[in-house]
């Protein structure tokens, strides 16, 4: 707990943990597979991922984006952190976080195939 960011430092260390039991176990992370999805957000979160499981694909697509804009979606989409809590987290600046989530929703509207609207991002904070 002296660490300057212990957010920062306990989220590393959890998905270092995670990549750890994975690798010995001969898996692959994905967003349905990680214990701290099945133990915290399938458990706490049931009913916002019912949505996510239907045609839409959501599920593989933010399985497929790289890990800093994942954490991003997930800590705000799917845990309910604000951008700030986001950013403190993960130890990175606010604007990062903003970054990080505009690319990630792009990426997934494309996916997707949905449209987005990039102003519309911008006035979520």
């Known amino acids: 707990m002296r660490e300057e960011a212990p957010e920062a430092t ?3 260390v959890l998905r270092l943990a995670i990549a750890q039991r994975l690798k010995a176990e001969g898996r692959r992370p994905a967003l349905p597979e990680t214990a701290a999805f099945r133990r915290v957000v399938l458990e706490v979160f049931r009913d ?5 499981e239907s045609g839409l694909g959501l599920y593989a697509a933010i399985a497929r984006l790289p890990e800093r ?3 991003v979606i997930v800590l705000q989409y799917v845990l309910g952190h604000t951008p ?5 987290i993960m130890g990175i600046a606010l604007p990062t976080v903003r970054s990080h989530r505009k690319v990630a ?5 494309n ?6 609207d990039a102003d519309h991002d911008d006035k979520e904070d």
């Open 105 to 109: 929703r792009l990426k997934l509207a």
């Open 111 to 116: 996916d997707l195939g949905v449209s987005f």
């Open 10 to 12: 306990a989220w590393a």
């Open 84 to 88: 700030r809590q986001v950013a403190d």
């Open 48 to 52: 916002r991922f019912a949505v996510l």
């Open 69 to 71: 804009q994942y954490d």
